[in-house]
């Protein structure tokens, strides 16, 4: 099993759409979690951290199932910029070394 | 605001070459990372580093590899003798500390071509 594990896409989505991507992840000893954004060819950016009991930023909000491992992302009013791929990230509480683990990601495309 | 710089953007080389990856981590930042991507697969993480000696390292960083902060400002990866799978992506990151939420911060990657 992957260590995270997430559906590649593409979700193509009308603009002003709501769109739900999911993750889960093998190890339940995973310490951290986080949903990171990247645009095509460019670094990975810090989204959003997800906390135990559910976060929100705007248009964003972050869900985490520990019994289930599993993790989510919802885009509310999804926006043409919204198109990327949407990375699912963990943190395993290894020997110090603070190593993130990525998923192979699930890209957006938001059309007119 | 503060960020994470790389250099080279983009680097090819022959196979069997050695080559340097330079990055400029944030300043204030402690602990710094290396990634790599190869083209249409996920990120990987290879290396960290804190206080001056290598943290954790993934089954990726063999022996060809290595990591250096030659100074106060620099942070390298050396590939010793560079193959063809090597091409990929490379993303130096940085963070404050290493518990918890704590963000790495990635910078714009260098692109690493084995011809």
């Known amino acids: 099993r992957k260590e995270v594990e997430q559906d590649p896409g593409p979700f193509n989505v009308p603009e002003g759409a709501t769109v739900a991507f999911n993750c889960t992840y093998s190890?339940?000893?995973?310490?951290?979690f986080f949903w990171y954004r990247q645009d095509c060819r460019k670094e990975p950016k810090l989204l959003m951290s997800?906390?135990?009991s559910g976060n929100e930023d705007g248009r964003f909000t972050a869900q985490l199932n520990r019994a289930s491992q599993y993790i989510s992302l919802l885009i509310r009013d999804s926006k043409l910029s919204d198109s990327a791929t949407y990375l699912c990230?963990?943190?395993?509480?290894?020997?110090?070394?603070?190593?993130?683990?990525f998923g192979t990601g699930t890209q957006l495309k938001v059309e007119l | 605001e503060p960020e994470v710089t790389q250099t080279p953007s983009h680097q090819v080389t022959q196979m069997g070459q050695e080559v340097i990856l330079r990055c400029v981590p944030i300043?204030?930042?402690?602990?710094f990372y290396w990634y790599r991507q190869i083209l249409g697969q996920k990120v990987e993480f290879l290396v960290s580093?804190?206080?001056?000696?290598?943290?954790?390292k993934s089954e990726i960083f063999d022996d060809q590899f290595s990591v250096e902060r030659p100074d106060g400002s620099n942070f390298t990866l050396k590939i010793r003798s560079t193959k063809l799978e090597d091409s990929a992506m490379y993303f130096c990151?940085?963070?404050?500390?290493?518990?918890?939420?704590?963000?790495?911060?990635f910078g714009p990657g260098t692109r690493l071509t084995v011809l």
């Open positions: 190890n339940s000893a995973s310490q951290s």
């Open positions: 990151a940085s963070s404050t500390t290493s518990g918890g939420i704590n963000e790495q911060f």
């Open positions: 300043s204030n930042h402690l602990y």
């Open positions: 997800v906390y135990s």
């Open positions: 990230v963990v943190k395993l509480p290894t020997g110090g070394g603070n190593k993130l683990t």
């Open positions: 580093f804190y206080n001056n000696e290598i943290s954790e």
